[in-house]
């Protein structure tokens, strides 16, 4: 079986309203880069090959026929999470929640994206894993 370097057996596949605008949302908040892009003729886009940091997924266009937009919950680290939290409101995110240190040793903040996807920002504060 052939896996795609970048490509992990399971990647999220989001199915978004507005393609463009929510990539352009994920470049702003998370430095996201596009690295690929299938467009289905007329340009509604079937998949883009989103990377932030080591992470690889695709999102995609709904049809609102028989694709429809399907907002997930996703945990993405990043450098600084009350940096993030800010650029993510100041691109139409809402936020759930302030960031704070967890009893689980990571700073961390919520937000839903304007797809209606669900964040947790986090930053490990230890350099431990979750699991004993």
Same mark, same amino acid.
């Given at each position: 079986?052939? @896996?795609?370097?970048?490509?992990? *057996?399971?990647?999220?596949?989001? @199915?978004?309203?507005?393609?463009? $605008?929510?990539?352009?949302?994920? &470049?702003?908040?998370?430095?996201?880069?596009?690295?690929?892009? *299938? $467009?289905?003729?007329?340009?509604?886009?079937?998949?883009?090959? =989103?990377? =932030?940091?080591? +992470? *690889?997924?695709?999102?995609? $266009? !709904?049809?609102?026929?028989? @694709?429809?937009?399907?907002?997930? +919950?996703?945990?993405?680290?990043? $450098?600084?999470?009350?940096?993030?939290?800010?650029?993510?409101?100041?691109?139409?995110?809402?936020?759930?929640?302030?960031? !704070?240190?967890? &009893?689980?040793?990571?700073?961390?903040?919520? @937000? *839903?994206?304007?797809?209606?996807?669900?964040?947790? =920002? &986090?930053?490990?504060?230890?350099?431990? +894993?979750?699991?004993?």
């Amino acid at each position: 079986m052939y @896996i795609p370097d970048g490509y992990g *057996t399971v990647f999220p596949y989001m @199915i978004v309203n507005d393609a463009n $605008e929510f990539i352009d949302f994920l &470049s702003k908040v998370f430095d996201a880069e596009e690295v690929g892009r *299938t $467009e289905f003729p007329g340009g509604r886009v079937a998949n883009a090959r =989103i990377r =932030i940091g080591t +992470s *690889t997924f695709m999102v995609g $266009e !709904a049809d609102n026929e028989n @694709i429809l937009p399907m907002p997930g +919950s996703y945990y993405v680290y990043v $450098e600084d999470v009350d940096q993030t939290l800010e650029k993510a409101i100041g691109n139409g995110a809402v936020k759930l929640f302030d960031a !704070a240190d967890m &009893s689980y040793d990571d700073r961390q903040a919520g @937000i *839903t994206d304007p797809a209606g996807n669900a964040w947790w =920002i &986090s930053r490990r504060l230890v350099d431990a +894993s979750y699991d004993p």
